[in-house]
């Protein structure tokens, strides 16, 4: 038997290679296992992802060990790794290691065991022994655990390895969980059942006797035992019985004298029978007869003892127990963590019960409650609103929606109707696109089929861009799935993330959300795949990381494919590909109507806190939590009438008066920028020189605050030039706007207005992101000023004026798809604003007001963007209809760079004509727009052929240049 392996090491490699399985693994080897081999001369881990009877190559080497008895890799990833590879032109073994936790081969570790067949024989030296003493204490230790030892692996290390050469020791493999970083919250959470839980705690406390006899009294079957009884068992006095009785506590029955017969019931004398037979009584109720029967020697008196019995029912009972020994704050933490049902952070059980550490660590030890810790994503801007934890009732529309999202889970095709009648389409096309705007309900169809696939015991997959992976997005899917819900980001240490690897590993959560990488997470079965905001270009992974350049979005697709996934994709402006596949029948495509809506609570709260008119109102013939808003007005204003005008301002006077009125009702405005398109530059008047980064050879930006030159593409730093650098003269300008020069522009015309000004240069801090927002959000100040957008879900209610300073933002960059990202910008900033409770406008500032792209985005209409679009890139063969595929070279030597790209341009014309492939063009090599990163000079080739990957799959690319198929950019 042998196994086929891919070896995970850095350096890129292209094929398998086969391994002999001995025969002791032959039974427990399965496909995805990890396993230590020797590579070259090196040992190495390789994944299994093929078994076989024969072996390709004659002489195989053996599999040194199993790693890891849990497979690391799912049968479906595996396809998936292969899919990426052929699709991307990247070796296997890279490709594979996107679904590896990082480090993998840190936490991987040795573990030692004396062998029991040893026979104790051989000379053993003075480390050797200490090791064996060890182990023989220990049973089995593991590498790191004798490093702690030892002080230092070389301490033990060359005698273990002896000891194992001479089958002394025995040495297998584990995969150690690492120790990850205590996260910044502690948590707690009850463990045991609440029942189980308060009967332990009622044993917390002091002593109090009375509290003894209320757990005695609970502990017995019999409800009213003998007084007697009682106290004899427990040894406590009766005073305290009396207490209890006296506070209504327990309950006593009088002590009585009661008549019962002493003859058999055959020989009962007529005369007496029928009062015998309703013995026994008590003595007050017989007294006429009792003395007549008692002579006859038919009855004795029997003394009854007193009884006593618990008044309230269990629960009460173990309430008050607490109380008697003064440890009600026990049962008040049970009591929040039961009814809370998932972790809650130590400081607010401190708040909400009066507790200490001390007393949550008592709980702890008892094994009543855990403790955790968890990342805090939580914050004060979220608490405050109203997030439905409930499945809301469905509009109409999303009905429609809803029920076709589900045939394709549960049959794998929907109904459709052909000529009137139903009939199923075809199978096989699991991917759906669902267009709508920002708000109108998506998010919802997403929940609902992910509670679907729960439902039928699957799990989920949430895709959504970095920048929207806020606090608000997790809260809003914990709340509706608590406790099954895991977060994967980029602010994890690489611990954390094999943390939540391993947990994804052991099915310990249902539902993870995260960035493109999230969709690699080991779940067993998925049932669902979302891609949220799928136009979003940081989906698609590319250099400088490590290859395969893949795009999240097509990835999840194919593992849709492998997996049987259904996989919904959605965004208010569908990337132009997609779309036209949607169209095209490839993906089913799904809308929902142009509408924002909210949830009736969410709404009524917001409006109640914050005392202000919600302009939100019920949608007619919709379930009556729906609330809709109508979509912002969006006004264009043309910059060059206002220069004609007079108005050298950055500020046109549309977007000035509207400053003032908002200023004026005291909401706030966000005043957007993107400075990409308006790239501050330095020049001199007079010679015209533009000063730059001598490494990257991209203009200079200035910054006012620190008074330095600043290249925005490797973060070089160097002081303004006094005089040009070329002629001399005194004479420079500081040309273009940056979000630094509009804020001063803001803060002199409006003195008055509290300004924050939120881009990559302010936020660069830790948690400065959330802060700058939080105090915007707070209305410490009136006017923001950002490059970046508003991710969705969060609420600015106050916002009612959101102003484009310039929207010809990309359009002047030589790329293909600068129209379609300047109208998923400005569709997306149209749709974030007005979204408050006071609905809101939108002013955009351009040069090009007649461009389809800024005019369909501010009529919010996708469709006519698309039309335009699709016919630009039909006209010049664009994608969707030719596939591009990328090669980038990056040389500190210009010339040779120049020589190199030339040579292999060369190469790939004749490899084109051999393959008789039509319809293929080769661009290049030209310097690209980016034409020298870090001080290397890059020369670029494009192809656009119908079908990059078959056509450069037998072509070697040398190992220095970079391979994109389909890029998202040409730049
Ligand atoms: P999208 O994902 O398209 O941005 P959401 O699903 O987030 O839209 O919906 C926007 C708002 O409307 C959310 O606050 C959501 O809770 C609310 N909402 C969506 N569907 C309904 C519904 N059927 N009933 C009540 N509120 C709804
Ligand atoms: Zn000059
Ligand atoms: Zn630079």
Request: hydrophobic letters at 40%; one cysteine or more; glycine letters at 6%.
């Amino acid at each position: 038997m042998f196994a086929e392996v891919v070896v995970n090491v850095e350096a890129q490699l292209k094929g398998t290679f086969h391994y002999f399985v001995p025969a002791d693994l032959r039974s427990i080897l399965s496909i995805g296992h990890l396993v230590e081999i020797e590579f070259g001369r090196h040992l190495a881990q390789g994944i299994i992802v093929a078994l076989d009877v024969e072996s390709p190559v004659e002489n195989t080497k053996p599999l040194i060990s199993l790693i890891d008895d849990e497979p690391v890799l799912r049968p479906w990833q595996i396809h998936l790794a292969y899919w990426l590879s052929k699709q991307y032109l990247t070796p296997l073994n890279s490709c594979i290691r996107l679904m590896l936790p990082p480090g993998l081969t840190r936490w991987a570790d040795a573990v030692y065991d004396i062998n029991p067949y040893w026979d104790g024989e051989g000379r053993i030296t003075e480390k050797q022994g200490q090791l064996l003493a060890l182990l023989r204490d220990n049973v089995s230790l593991r590498g790191r655990q004798l490093t702690r030892e030892f002080g230092k692996k070389s301490e033990w290390k060359s005698a273990a390895d002896q000891l194992v050469r001479r089958e002394i020791l025995r040495r297998g493999s584990v995969l150690d969980a690492p120790r990850v970083r205590p996260r910044r919250i502690r948590t707690a959470s009850m463990v045991a059942g609440p029942e189980w839980g308060f009967k332990a705690a009622a044993n917390l406390g002091r002593k109090s006797l009375q509290a003894e006899l209320l757990l005695y009294l609970l502990s017995l079957d019999d409800p009213m035992p003998a007084e007697v009884d009682v106290l004899q068992a427990t040894g406590i006095a009766l005073v305290h019985l009396d207490k209890l009785v006296q506070e209504g506590l327990v309950l006593r029955s009088t002590a009585q004298v009661l008549v019962v017969p002493i003859v058999a019931r055959e020989k009962y004398p007529p005369q007496y029978k029928s009062v015998l037979l309703r013995l026994p009584l008590p003595l007050s109720e017989l007294e006429e007869v009792a003395g007549e029967l008692k002579m006859h020697g038919l009855v004795v008196y029997s003394k009854q003892p007193v009884t006593v019995g618990l008044a309230l029912p269990e629960q009460e009972v173990l309430l008050e127990v607490m109380k008697l020994r003064q440890a009600e704050i026990y049962f008040r933490v049970l009591n929040l963590l039961s009814r809370e049902m998932q972790p809650v952070p130590l400081s607010e059980i401190y708040d909400r019960t009066g507790s200490n550490l001390n007393q949550l660590r008592r709980l702890e030890k008892l094994d009543l409650i855990r403790f955790g810790s968890e990342e805090v994503w939580r914050d004060s801007l979220m608490d405050r609103d109203f997030v439905t934890a409930t499945a809301p009732e469905l509009t109409p529309d999303q009905h429609d929606v809803w029920d076709q999202v589900r045939e394709i889970m549960v049959f794998g095709r929907r109904k459709v109707k052909v000529d009137g009648a139903e009939r199923y389409d075809d199978p096989g096309r699991q991917a759906v696109l669902l267009h709508g705007v920002t708000g109108s309900g998506k998010t919802e169809i997403y929940m609902q089929a992910i509670d679907l696939a729960l439902k039928r015991g699957q799990q989920a997959i949430v895709l959504v861009p970095e920048i929207a992976l806020t606090p608000q997005t997790v809260r809003r899917f914990a709340a509706r799935f608590p406790g099954k819900v895991a977060v994967l980001h980029s602010r994890l240490s690489d611990g954390e993330r094999f943390d939540t690897w391993r947990r994804a590993r052991l099915g310990l959560f249902d539902i993870v959300i995260g960035p493109r990488s999230a969709l690699f997470a080991p779940l067993k079965n998925i049932g669902v795949i979302v891609v949220d905001e799928e136009h979003d270009a940081s989906y698609r992974q590319t250099p400088p990381v490590p290859p395969p350049y893949y795009h999240a979005r097509e990835t999840a697709v194919a593992a849709g494919q492998i997996s049987g996934a259904t996989v919904i994709m959605g965004s208010a402006t569908p990337d132009v590909v997609s779309y036209h596949r949607a169209q095209s029948g490839q993906y089913l495509l799904m809308e929902l109507p142009k509408r924002v809506m909210g949830h009736r609570l969410r709404v009524e709260g917001q409006a109640e806190r914050l005392h202000i008119d919600s302009q939100y109102r019920q949608l007619p013939g919709s379930p009556q939590d729906a609330y809709e808003i109508p979509l912002p007005p969006v006004q264009i204003i043309d910059l060059r009438q206002e220069l004609r005008a007079g108005n050298r301002s950055i500020f046109s006077r549309t977007l000035a008066d509207a400053i003032n009125e908002t200023l004026e009702r005291q909401e706030q405005a966000i005043l957007f920028l993107n400075r990409r398109g308006t790239a501050t530059f330095v020049m001199c008047r007079d010679c015209g020189h533009v000063l730059r980064c001598p490494r990257c050879d991209m203009p200079l930006t200035y910054h006012r605050p620190r008074m330095m030159l600043t290249c925005h593409h490797c973060g070089r730093q160097e002081p303004p030039h006094g005089n040009c650098p070329q002629c001399g003269s005194a004479r420079i300008k500081y040309f273009g706007l940056g979000t630094e020069e509009v804020e001063a522009r803001v803060q002199k015309r409006w003195p008055e207005a509290r300004i924050t000004r939120w881009d990559r240069d302010t936020t660069a801090g830790k948690d400065t992101h959330e802060k700058l927002l939080a105090s915007f959000i707070n209305r410490e100040s009136d006017i923001l000023v950002g490059t970046q957008m508003i991710a969705k879900g969060l609420d600015l209610p106050f916002v009612t004026l959101v102003g484009v300073i310039s929207a010809d933002v990309s359009l002047g960059l030589p790329d293909y798809r600068t129209g379609e990202k300047a109208f998923q910008l400005l569709a997306q900033v149209a749709g974030r604003a007005g979204r408050g409770l006071l609905g809101g406008r939108v002013i955009v500032q351009t040069y090009q007001p007649q461009h389809y792209a800024i005019q369909a985005a501010a009529d919010h209409d996708f469709a006519t963007f698309y039309l335009e679009e699709i016919s630009f890139r039909t006209q010049h063969m664009l994608p969707p209809f030719r596939r591009l595929a990328k090669l980038v070279l990056a040389d500190p030597i210009a010339d040779r760079g120049k020589r190199l790209a030339e040579q292999l341009a060369v190469e790939l014309r004749v490899h084109v004509r051999e393959k008789v492939l039509g319809a293929t063009e080769l661009i290049g090599p030209v310097p690209p727009f980016f034409s020298r990163v870090d001080g290397r000079y890059r020369w670029q080739i494009i192809i656009r052929t119908p079908d990059p990957t078959s056509l450069l799959a037998d072509f070697p690319v040398p190992k220095n240049w970079t391979l994109e198929i389909d890029p998202v950019s040409t730049l």
